[in-house]
Every structure is written in structure tokens, then in C-alpha cells.
């Protein structure tokens, strides 16, 4: 079973990720990716990943934790990958089939509806910090990738798992213990970034994230599900734009 998702976590990745859907029907399908790219990986963290990962036309990705499927819309644009979005929020998932027409999977990342072995490469973008249990998940993404197969990660890292001012439900784990982690799951390390180390994303795909913002602000901006989500974000953002936490993005193999 995975773990149950706390309250506030759950108004910003199910609820609100449901009204961008409703957002993005307004405004045009080119501000679908930006809005749908909730872990903070810009389209340089993207392409990173999905060099490292070697991502090729058909390729079968996992986007485990995938949210409304922004990364993955992404990869299969670019790279002709074919994702598979699996995250435990169903209005998430139901944005991400009908913003992009990707098959999106309801389940948590310890319990993947896939075959062991049976996937190239496997995505987990924001998705550790926000899960008590990472073992299992690292565990379980190196069950379905095939012996060789690429793991791409976003995890936000920080020295204390709830430094003052954490969004409620993260739990942070520090960089040491996502080496040990991985190697515990039986990944290869073979390379790492941080986020600040890319260039940020352009200025047309935050102007759309505004964009998009402004409009969920004007429909719901009064509704308190709304604000309670809006202060996680904000919390998180805070605690990255004092250095408390860092975005690091890593590409592993399974061994
Ligand atoms: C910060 S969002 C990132 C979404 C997406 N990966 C992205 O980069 O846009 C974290 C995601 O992890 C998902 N999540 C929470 N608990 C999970 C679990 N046990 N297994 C898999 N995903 C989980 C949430 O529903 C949410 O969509």
C-alpha cells in the first residue's frame, strides 16, 4: 500500500492539478507542458535527463510520481519516447490523458502496475521528498526497468528531512542518503546536476506558467483548497530560494 498522501499535498497535486486541466482548455494546448511540469524541472532539466537517459523514438518510459504529465508530454515531444504516466492522484492523471492523450495509470511508485523488467527507462521528477518510504520506490522502479535501464531523478535534497518551514507531508532526504539509496536499490550512479547549474527555463514557458496561475487565481483564488495549495508551493520555493533546499537531478542504472 502506498503511503497515504497528506491533506495539503493532496489539494495541490489532485485538486488544483485537476483545475489546470480547465485552465489550460482556456488558454491553448502550448501552455499544456509548462503548467504540467509541477516538480520544478525546467526544459534544460528535461533534456538533461532525457540525454543521459538516451531517450529513443518507441523507447517505453515510466513516469513514476508523473503528475499531470508535463515531463512526459515533454519527452515523448522531443525525444518520440512513449511514456506511461502512474501517479496515486486521479484528477492527475485524468489531466494528463486529457491535456496530452497520455495513458496515465491511479498507483503509488511502490506498487507499479508494470512488469518486472519490462521498461527502458524510468522517470521519478520531485516525487522521493514527497514519499516516506523511498526504498520501496527506488526498489520498485529497479523491478520494472531492464538490467541496463535508465533511471532519471529530481529529488529535492536538504540536510534535515523537515527544516523550519517545510510544506506539509515533505520529508527531504539529504544527498548522501540518496547515493546510498540508490546504490542500497541496486543502481549505478553515473551522473548529477543541480538545477541551478542549467540555464532556467525560458521566459515564453514562465510567462505561460503565469499565465496559467492567473487564471486558477481568478476562478479560484476565493476558494480555500486554492490557498492551502498555493502555500505549499510557496513554502517549498522559499525553502529553495534560501539554499535550505536544493533540486538535483541524477541519472542512475540498474545493475
Ligand atoms: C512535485 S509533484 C511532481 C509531479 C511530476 N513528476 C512533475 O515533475 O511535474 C510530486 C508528485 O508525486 C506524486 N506522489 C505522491 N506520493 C506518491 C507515491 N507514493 N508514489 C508515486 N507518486 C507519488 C504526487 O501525486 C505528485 O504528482
Redesign the pocket.
Known amino acids: 500500500m ?2 497515504p ?1 497528506p491533506e495539503r ?1 493532496e489539494l495541490e ?2 485538486t488544483v ?1 485537476g483545475w489546470t486541466g480547465h485552465a489550460v482548455a482556456e488558454l491553448g494546448d502550448d501552455h499544456a507542458e509548462p503548467a ?4 520544478s ?1 525546467s526544459p534544460a532539466g528535461l533534456d538533461w535527463l532525457a540525454a543521459r537517459c538516451g531517450l529513443r523514438p518507441g523507447d517505453l518510459l515510466a ?6 504529465g ?2 512526459a508530454a515533454y519527452a515523448r515531444r522531443t525525444t518520440g519516447a512513449a511514456p506511461v504516466v ?4 486521479p484528477a ?1 492523471c485524468r489531466a494528463a490523458a486529457t491535456m496530452f492523450g497520455l495513458p496515465a495509470v491511479v498507483g ?3 506498487a507499479l502496475p508494470l512488469a518486472t523488467a519490462s521498461v527502458r527507462a524510468c522517470w521519478n ?3 522521493l521528498c ?2 516516506r518510504d523511498k526504498a520501496a ?1 527506488l526498489a520498485e522502479a529497479h523491478r520494472v526497468l531492464r538490467p541496463g535501464g535508465s533511471l532519471g531523478l ?1 529529488v529535492f535534497v536538504a540536510d534535515r528531512p523537515r527544516p523550519p518551514g517545510a510544506p506539509d507531508g515533505n520529508l527531504f532526504p539529504a544527498r548522501t542518503a540518496v547515493h546510498e539509496l540508490l546504490a542500497a536499490a541496486g543502481f549505478a550512479r553515473t551522473a548529477e546536476v543541480a538545477l541551478t547549474e542549467l540555464p532556467p527555463a525560458p521566459a515564453a514557458w514562465r510567462q505561460r506558467i503565469d499565465r496559467v496561475e492567473s487564471v486558477l487565481d481568478r476562478d479560484h483564488g476565493d476558494d480555500p483548497r486554492f490557498a492551502a495549495a498555493q502555500e505549499q508551493s510557496r513554502r517549498i520555493g522559499a525553502l529553495i530560494a534560501d539554499g535550505v533546499v536544493e533540486g538535483r537531478l541524477l541519472h542512475a542504472t540498474a545493475r
Open positions: 502506498a503511503d498522501v499535498m497535486f489532485d492539478a504540467a511540469c509541477r516538480g524541472a513516469d513514476v510520481g508523473g503528475g499531470t508535463g515531463p502512474i501517479d496515486p492522484m492527475a503509488g511508485g511502490d521528477l520531485g516525487v514527497t514519499v520506490v529530481l
